[in-house]
């Protein structure tokens, strides 16, 4: 099946730096990449989606200018957290949405980044 | 998309197979019934999908209700890996494009 990385994969930040994460389809282009959050023992919960060139669309709720998502070619995404505090650490997973073949329209999950705020 | 129901947990022993079932009532004719999985501290994984016929692969088999308001996941022999959150979730095959919404999902248990 296709292959979605993320990097990092563990990451440990001070309080007000900003932390990038990438997400790669490698052996497949997806104009579409979706961002989700994930707390401690709950479900994900979608926080954007991204379609190349375009910018991204957030769900209700989700800060915009917090969590800045870069989708420049079909093969990357970039999702920063600005000015990051102890309540945004989470398990960050993204996710491509294949756009031909056998991958059309199936959604692949790369393996998550896990945000630690001090 | 339509909601769906499943149990919080459910325990099962290695090497016997487990069925998982999920409930959605309010399902459409146009939903397709999607099953992934997420191992612990790892990005979910797909497992199967159907729209109204059983379906088999090579992780499992989901088994589709006559009027399509429940179906459960089958895995056959249970193994240590498959410890894992398993999510059942309804997408309009109209929506193909946007984002799958994953409820809270079953924790599967497996005791050696």
């Known amino acids: 099946g296709a292959v979605v990385s993320q990097h990092p994969s563990r990451v440990i930040c001070k309080s007000g730096t900003s932390v990038k994460i990438e997400c790669r389809s490698l052996?497949?282009?997806?104009?579409?990449m979706f961002w989700y959050r994930q707390f401690p023992k709950q479900s994900l919960m979608l926080m954007a989606t991204?379609?190349?060139?375009?910018?991204?669309?957030?769900e209700q709720g989700v800060e915009k200018d917090k969590f800045l998502i870069n989708h420049a070619s079909l093969t990357l995404s970039t999702l920063t957290v600005t000015s990051a505090h102890p309540e945004d650490s989470s398990f960050y997973i993204c996710?491509?949405?294949?756009?031909?073949?056998?991958?059309?329209?199936?959604?692949?999950f790369g393996p998550g980044t896990r945000l630690t705020v001090l | 998309d339509a909601k769906t129901t499943q149990p919080n947990s459910m325990e099962s022993n290695e090497e016997e197979p487990v069925h998982l079932p999920c409930n959605h009532s309010?399902?459409?004719?146009?939903?397709?019934i999607h099953w992934y999985r997420q191992l612990p501290s790892q990005g979910p994984e797909y497992v199967i999908h159907?729209?109204?016929s059983n379906v088999n692969n090579r992780m499992a088999s989901l088994a589709i209700a006559e009027d399509r308001k429940s179906s459960t996941l089958i895995l056959h022999r249970a193994t240590l890996r498959d410890a894992a959150v398993y999510y059942c979730?309804?997408?309009?095959?109209?929506?193909?494009?946007?984002?799958?919404?994953f409820g809270k999902g079953t924790t599967l248990s497996v005791s050696s």
């Open positions: 996710s491509a949405r294949g756009t031909s073949g056998t991958t059309y329209n199936e959604q692949f």
């Open positions: 052996d497949f282009q997806a104009t579409t």
């Open positions: 991204s379609n190349e060139g375009s910018k991204a669309t957030y």
């Open positions: 309010t399902i459409s004719g146009t939903d397709y």
């Open positions: 159907g729209l109204t």
């Open positions: 979730i309804l997408r309009d095959r109209t929506q193909a494009g946007t984002a799958l919404i």
